[in-house]
């Protein structure tokens, strides 16, 4: 419909068409097309109703956010030579352009193990997991304990918290050491 609508002579009407543009942007909401007549300049008298409004609905569905899970694989490492724990995040849906940062705490520094975990992991786009790594560290002293090394997901933005924590445990597997024997 233009700036103004002209009614042939001898009718009693004219009409005008609204045609939605189509488009595929999610969450852009419905807009209204108002159209109202104009106070008359001669000729004719405004009848009632002299407005309309035509709602142009958005129906383009606004994609859910991913889910992260964490877990570590193997959870238990011993503190010897190679023993390396793989941890995930995984996404319940493929990360969209410009990938998913997922907030992690990663485990405190420890002398029984190295990490790669750092503060956040980045699930590229396209993709639905990302990695990092606990390593034990090998010693030999006996008794030092099992140590675990904690990681924890954290809320932040593009994604809906999942399960939020995994745990790889380093195990002491130093047996005491034999006592000399005198004699």
Known sequence: CGASALIAEGASSTTCTITATPNTTPGDGNVAAALALAAPAGGYQLGTP??????????????ALPVPSLSCTPSTLADAENQVA???????????PGGVSVALVPPPASDRYTTTCASALVVPAGATTANCTVTAVPNTVAGDGNVPAILSLVAGGGYELGTAQAVVTITDND???PVPALG
């Open 175 to 177: 047996g005491a050491k």
């Open 86 to 96: 793989t941890c995930q995040v995984t996404l319940s849906t493929a990360a969209g």
């Open 50 to 63: 002299s407005a309309a409004s035509v709602l142009i609905s958005d129906d383009d569905s606004v994609a």
